[in-house]
């Protein structure tokens, strides 16, 4: 060390490592923080002060306005007695239209538990899917699932789900035999194999309507929040595939492929999805075999599904545009052949790049499954706006009611939300 | 130091071709290049920025098509038979100037990957090939890391396993070393001569000449599309032929 003071010796090595110091008082603990993050300048400080005095402002009309809340009454006059010009929320309408506000208004009271038993299990089915680290068994719930989960909903004889899911099996089968020889051969006979088995399974369904049969319910009948839910989670798990089909097809070498998708979805990306749905409820029964027109809520799904595979598909191309072209190349290079390079090496990476997008278009196409409330469907804001707001008993009650609608969509939004970000540290593996 | 790796040389033609030509549009960019390689030779292609280099080799495994002329590697001739293309690519390694290792897979999972999807190797043996792969360009240690967390050296001994993982007949490389640093190169330069002094078949697109001098048979010298110059090591370097050569060995070989 007594080197360093010598002017002679310029050269000079250190031998020995100073000690650590813990860091003076004034740059640890709360008031470091206090005093870095809000209190840092003069224009700071009084910009925090504002905005504690405004936070204060808000919550305390929204703290007593819940706390007073009225839980127990039959109908708004009842309860503005109860609060007698106090303020305070009238939540009775949430319990009392519980049912509505989540099943619609004629779906059978005695069936509540098919569709809540639907909804436990989405859980479980979508649960390995979403988390890799679960068990692998469980995705056999996840293949039977929606199967299932269409028979407890719209009820009818068991036979209808097992000879679905039974086509699908074969299809399946035939698939994974001729696919060795060439994707389009396997495929072609799957989808024809599949077709053949539903046709033939046919002859059992329409001689055994009566057995093993839940109480049937009418599309018609279904509503409410579940409404919502059903139409979200079949649209996103539909329309996730085709996005990337098309993704693909857009980018493909076969001209008349790409511009087929190409002009697909372009026209769709160009249409408010509000005239998809008129179009849905109106126009598209006449392309329909007679018989089968009934089905409002088969063609919401086919139409919101088109909608949003267009965007998805456009987020993925995204994607696939930021991939380096060196990534097809040494797949190529290395023998893997188109479908292998897309499934192990393109989409595993495009799709990972995509999520942020996916997950946008998924949270917009789950709020927007309430427009269908304008081509008169209950769903929960049609249930809102229609059958509770119209009653004698609850005219007037528009904050509880649309907060309580807003409240379901965030928890769900936000979760979905949460869960990509997630997702997106857990997949990050290039450690720029 | 040559000398033994020089008797591995067989009578067996590894890749020919004859007459070929390519264009980009209408560019010209390979003009009528014949060439034939024996089975064990290997060839050390060098030319001016632009020359036609990579896209020769690349035309050799298909992720170039070329027009006119023919190529036929192993005895299979390329045309536009899928069938022939991946069957030709699982024997051609090929190595690349930016290793494009797959950043989602592991080290063990790059290597793994088209063994059990091409080859239909089983999961176990596959692993067991890339461990001993690994081992040979010294990386085995990294094996459960992502490329993103190796250096640029490492990634490209990685990238040669993983080619080799598929037991090629024929390795390709196109500049190999000049995305590295100095002291990166000499690694990815050790297991490549390694690699010649057991025989493999090898063109290899490169800068480095001292590497040329050591492992190579032939050098071929490539301007505008076209082979311009080749012969043995000692000769192209001591003794040039061509002009062009000439001033490309001066400028490459003088500073
Ligand atoms: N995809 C392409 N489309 C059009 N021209 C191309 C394409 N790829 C390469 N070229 C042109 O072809 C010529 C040869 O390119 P190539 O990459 O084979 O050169 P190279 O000898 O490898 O050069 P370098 O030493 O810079 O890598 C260049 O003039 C280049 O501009
Ligand atoms: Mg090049």
């Known amino acids: 060390m007594s080197d360093q003071h010598t002017p002679a010796a310029v050269a000079y090595v250190r031998t020995e490592t100073l000690p650590e110091l813990p860091p003076p008082a004034s740059e640890a603990g709360l008031v470091k923080w206090l005093r870095e993050n809000l209190f840092s300048s003069i224009p700071n400080s009084i910009l925090t002060i504002l905005s504690l005095w405004a936070i204060y402002v808000i919550l305390s009309g929204v703290i007593p306005w819940i706390t007073n809340g009225i839980w127990d009454a039959s109908n708004i006059r009842e309860c503005r007695e109860l609060l007698n010009g106090a303020s305070g929320g009238c939540f009775a309408v949430i319990a009392e239209r519980w049912p509505q506000l989540v099943f619609g208004i004629a779906y059978p009271q005695d069936a509540y538990w098919r569709p809540s038993l639907a909804f436990v299990l989405l859980l479980v089915a979508v649960a390995p899917v979403l988390f890799s680290n679960l068990p692998r068994m469980l995705l056999a719930v996840t293949l039977v699932y929606p199967f299932l989960a269409y028979w407890l909903l719209w009820g009818g004889s068991i036979f209808i789900p097992i000879t679905a899911f039974g086509g699908a099996a074969i299809g399946y089968m035939v698939y994974t035999r001729l696919v060795a020889q060439s994707f389009a051969m396997g495929l072609l006979g799957g989808v024809v194999a599949a077709l053949l088995a539903w046709w033939v399974f046919g002859f059992i369904t329409d001689n055994t309507r009566g057995v093993l049969a839940l109480e049937a319910v009418a599309s018609r009948d279904m509503g409410g929040f579940m409404l919502n839910m059903i139409l979200g989670t079949v649209c996103v798990s539909l329309s996730l595939p085709i996005g990337i089909v098309l993704a693909l097809g857009r980018q493909s070498d076969m001209l008349i492929i790409k511009w087929i998708c190409v002009v697909f979805i372009e026209f769709i990306r160009g249409v408010p999805l509000i005239t998809l749905l008129f179009v849905a409820s109106v126009v598209l029964a006449y392309f329909f075999p007679p018989g089968t027109t009934q089905d409002l809520i088969l063609r919401v799904i086919i139409m919101i599904t088109l909608f949003s595979s267009a965007y998805i598909a456009e987020v993925i191309r995204g994607g696939l545009a930021a991939l380096p072209r060196g990534q097809y190349e040494a797949g190529d290079s290395l023998g893997l052949d188109y479908a292998q390079a897309m499934r192990l090496i393109i989409l595993p990476q495009a799709l990972k790049i995509s999520i942020p997008g996916i997950v946008n278009v998924a949270v917009g196409l789950f709020k927007d499954t309430t427009l269908v409330s304008v081509i008169s469907m209950f769903d929960l804001v049609g249930m809102i706006r229609g059958p509770i707001l119209a009653s004698t008993d609850w005219s007037g009650v528009y904050w509880e009611l649309w907060g309580f609608a807003a409240l379901l969509f965030f928890i769900v939004c936000y979760s979905i939300s949460q869960y990509s970000q997630w997702l997106e540290r857990k997949l990050a593996t290039d450690h720029r | ?255």
């Open chain 2, 1 to 255: 130091m040559t000398q033994p790796a020089a008797m591995t040389i067989s009578d067996e033609v590894a890749i020919d071709i004859t007459g070929m030509n390519k264009w980009y549009g209408s560019f010209h960019v390979l003009r009528d290049i014949n060439l034939t390689v024996q089975r064990g030779e290997r060839i050390v292609i060098c030319g001016p920025s632009g020359s036609g280099k990579s896209t020769l080799i690349r035309c050799i495994n298909r992720l170039e098509e070329h027009q006119k002329g023919k190529i036929v590697v192993d005895g299979i001739e390329l045309t536009s038979d899928l069938k022939n293309i991946d069957k030709i690519r699982s024997e051609v390694g090929m190595c690349f100037q930016h290793f494009n290792l797959f950043p989602h897979l592991t080290i063990l999972e790059n290597c793994t990957l088209a063994p059990i999807w091409v080859r239909k190797t089983p999961k176990r043996e596959a692993e067991q090939t890339a461990m001993h792969f690994l081992e040979k360009v010294k990386i085995p240690e990294q094996a459960d890391k992502y490329p993103g967390q190796l250096s640029g050296g490492q990634q490209q001994r990685v990238a040669i396993a993983r080619s080799l993982c598929m037991k090629p007949r024929i390795m390709l490389f196109d500049e190999p070393t000049s995305a590295l640093d100095p002291e990166m190169i000499k690694e990815v330069l050790d297991t490549m001569i390694e690699l010649a002094e057991e025989g493999m078949t090898m063109l290899c697109v490169t800068h480095e000449m001292g590497f040329a001098r050591q492992v190579a048979n032939r050098v071929i010298f490539m301007d505008q599309g076209q082979i311009v110059e080749q012969n043995e090591p000692e000769a192209f370097f001591n003794n040039p032929k061509s002009d062009r050569t000439k001033l490309f060995l001066s400028q490459i070989l003088g500073h």
